[in-house]
């Protein structure tokens, strides 16, 4: 508690974005349980903390010591039977780790988009610490198509392709779709959701949410019907569409678990711009 509070106490800009996320998520669910305030953004920034220990448990090799119930996990079953790729949204709300637990148990490969330069060093972590599990590292470069058509042979392959969706990163400042999130315009980034109109591949949501203790809920749905791919004039359209599906269903899931959405900046900045 000693760390969590140092970094609650300097971290003026944190709190505040907590205490905005905590009372427009009040205000969009008037029946949540909870009341923003000082003592609620603590406890933010405490579940943050909690998540972070998890995780170097997690990637410890601590598996076993964990509960993982999946709810929707027979889409990902179906997709591994047929041998097809897809596209997994995931978010800063809850554990990411669930995919590794997940490519554990399918024997499915799952790659990993990041912004970082330093793919191949941490692929070779993942092979240190987890030898038997099938998930890796792609590297993004919003400048170049070398992500795209690397995303491209991975789906092709069968593989899953997992992005964070809820994070502007710098390459992507000039490239965003903005819709309507917990009652106000939000920039989202443009680029993960052209991917399934280009490629022509199913997109699912999967979020894994602490439950308490060592138990996390697991929710996995798939975000649009059409798995078709779209012509060039049409693709920025579906890509909002899709973005906005994915923010609504991430604004249900946060109601569920609302001190577990770890983007501690002011998320809303820009969003009115046009």
Not at 74 to 81: Q, R, W
Not at 142 to 168: H, M, N, Q, Y
């Amino acid at each position: 508690l000693g760390v969590v509070g140092y970094f609650f106490a300097t971290d003026r800009k944190g709190r505040a974005a907590s205490r905005d996320y905590m009372e427009r998520l009040r205000a969009r669910l008037p029946e949540a349980e909870f009341s923003p305030g000082l003592r609620e953004s603590f406890l933010h920034y405490r579940e943050f903390a909690l998540s972070i220990a998890d995780r170097v448990d997690l990637w410890g090799g601590r598996q076993d010591a964990y509960d993982f119930v999946f709810h929707g996990r027979e889409h990902f079953k179906a997709l591994s039977e047929q041998g097809r790729g897809a596209i997994l949204y995931g978010a800063h709300l809850g554990s990411f780790d669930a995919l590794r637990v997940l490519s554990s148990l399918d024997r499915v490969k799952v790659n990993v988009l990041m912004y970082t330069d330093h793919a191949p060093k941490i692929n070779e972590v993942f092979r240190r610490i987890s030898p038997d599990v099938e998930m890796r590292v792609i590297g993004a470069d919003p400048s170049s198509a070398r992500t795209t058509f690397e995303i491209k042979a991975c789906v092709d392959r069968g593989e899953w392709v997992a992005i964070l969706g809820d994070r502007v990163e710098p390459g992507d400042r000039h490239r965003v779709v903005r819709v309507p999130f917990l009652g106000s315009p939000a920039r989202f980034p443009e680029s993960p959701f052209l991917l399934p109109g280009v490629l022509g591949c199913p997109a699912f949501l999967i979020l894994a949410l602490r439950r308490g203790g060592r138990t996390y809920e697991v929710f996995a749905e798939p975000l649009e019907a059409d798995e078709s791919p779209v012509a060039d004039g049409t693709r920025h359209e579906r890509a909002a569409a899709l973005c906005g599906a994915y923010a609504r269903r991430l604004e249900h899931y946060a109601g569920r678990a609302h001190r577990q959405w770890f983007n501690f900046y002011d998320f809303w900045a820009g969003g009115d711009e046009r």
